[in-house]
C-alpha cells in the first residue's frame, strides 16, 4: 500500500496510544515493524506478547538494544509515557485504568493466555476510545480478536496483520472473522503506518 492510502487512512484522527497484541511469531514481527521509531514517537506503544514462560523478562532487554524507544516493563499504578514501549509483565493481566495508568491483575487466562492481549486491549478502548491504534500480530490463538473488536467498537483504528505472510495465521483470521478491521497489513505497511502517525499528534 502506498503513502497515500495509509495516509488517507490516518485522516483526520489524533492518537494518545498504541497497543499491540500478538502470540507465535511475534518477536520477529515486533523487530521488523517497530526499530524504525524514533525517541520522540509521541505515543506510548503498550504491547502483550505471549511468549514461552521465562522468556518474557528478557523482551525488555532484547528490543532495548535494538530501538530507539525507551523499553520497560509496565508497572502497577504508572502512567504510559511517550516514547516508551511497555511490554506487560510475566503472568499478569494488564490493563488500563480510567485515570490512565497501568494496572496488574491475576485473574484467571483468557484463552490459555495471562497476559491476554484482549484484557488490554478492551480496557484501552474504554480508556482512549477513538484515540487509539491497535495492531493485531502474528499468533496461534484466538486471544486479541475481541480485543481488537473493542477497540473498533470505540472508535479506534484497527489494523491487523495480513495472515498470508503471518508465521501463524490463526490470530489474524479470527480478527478479521469476529469483526473486519480498518486496515489488513504486511508488516512493512504497519512499519510505515506508525511512522506516518507521528504526524497525528494528539
Not at 57 to 72: I, K, M, P, S
Not at 142 to 156: F, K, M, Q
Amino acid at each position: 500500500m502506498d503513502d497515500a492510502l495509509l495516509a488517507q487512512a490516518l485522516a483526520g484522527r489524533r492518537f494518545a496510544a498504541i497497543v499491540i497484541g500478538a502470540s507465535a511469531g511475534g518477536v520477529n514481527a515486533l523487530i521488523d515493524i517497530l526499530p524504525g521509531l524514533p525517541r520522540e514517537f509521541p505515543y506510548p506503544v503498550v504491547t502483550v506478547l505471549h511468549v514461552m514462560r521465562g522468556r518474557q523478562n528478557q523482551l525488555v532487554d532484547v528490543f532495548g538494544q535494538r530501538l530507539a524507544l525507551r523499553v520497560e516493563e509496565a508497572a502497577d499504578k504508572a502512567a504510559p509515557r511517550p516514547g516508551t514501549l511497555y511490554f506487560a509483565p510475566a503472568d499478569y493481566h494488564l490493563s488500563i485504568e480510567r485515570d490512565g495508568v497501568f494496572s496488574l491483575s491475576l485473574e484467571p487466562p483468557v484463552h490459555f493466555a495471562r497476559p491476554a492481549i484482549d484484557i488490554t486491549m478492551e480496557s484501552a478502548a474504554d480508556v482512549y476510545g477513538p484515540e487509539l491504534m491497535g495492531i493485531l500480530l502474528t499468533g496461534a490463538n484466538h486471544d486479541g480478536a475481541a480485543g481488537l473488536a473493542a477497540v473498533g467498537a470505540a472508535g479506534g483504528l484497527t489494523v491487523v496483520q495480513d495472515p498470508a505472510e503471518a508465521q501463524v495465521s490463526v490470530m489474524p483470521n479470527e480478527a478479521i472473522r469476529l469483526r473486519a478491521p480498518d486496515l489488513v497489513l504486511p508488516l512493512r505497511d504497519i512499519r510505515r503506518l506508525l511512522q506516518l502517525s507521528m504526524e497525528n499528534l494528539k
